[in-house]
């Protein structure tokens, strides 16, 4: 189980670090809700771990052994560098990014009507919607041979 809702930009949340396998993750956090096979490119396919009630989607990929890449969370008590993430704005997210040297920005609108706002220095993606922040996604540096940067 998760404690600690920190965000740790390319190492993880609280003991979940990325680069773990799914058994390490899986006695974190507990059998997830649901399982989805995501279609990658070339060889590749990801796995979702989804866990409803944590508010938070764990992602695996490789081609032989699977290993965490990516944290997705909804969990409102999650924090970065000690803030209350899914308190601020995006002004306020902005500016606590900046604060912590990453600057790298990058928006898009989504399909749905959404905002990505993308820090490509720290691989973190904040999605609003209506101007609220509703989800966070991050992961690690991986090399093209599969292994963390």
Wanted: avoid cysteine; aromatic fraction near 12%; hydrophobic fraction near 40%.
């Amino acid at each position: 189980m998760i404690t600690d809702k920190e965000i740790k930009i390319n190492k993880g949340l609280d003991g979940l670090q990325f680069g773990k396998s799914i058994d390490f993750t899986v006695q974190k956090l507990g059998q997830p809700d649901h399982i989805e096979e995501l279609e990658g490119m070339d060889e590749e396919n990801s796995i979702a771990y989804i866990y409803d009630e944590m508010h938070l989607i764990v992602f695996f990929e490789g081609i032989n052994d699977r290993f965490l890449t990516i944290i997705e969370t909804k969990d409102p008590e999650t924090t970065l560098f000690g803030k209350k993430i899914f308190e601020m704005n995006e002004v306020e997210v902005h500016q606590l990014m900046k604060e912590n040297n990453f600057e790298e920005l990058e928006t898009e609108i989504l399909t749905w009507g959404g905002k990505r706002v993308s820090f490509e220095d720290a691989n973190i993606d904040f999605y609003f919607e209506d101007s609220k922040l509703t989800a966070v996604n991050w992961g690690a540096f991986i090399t093209e041979a599969d292994e963390m940067a």
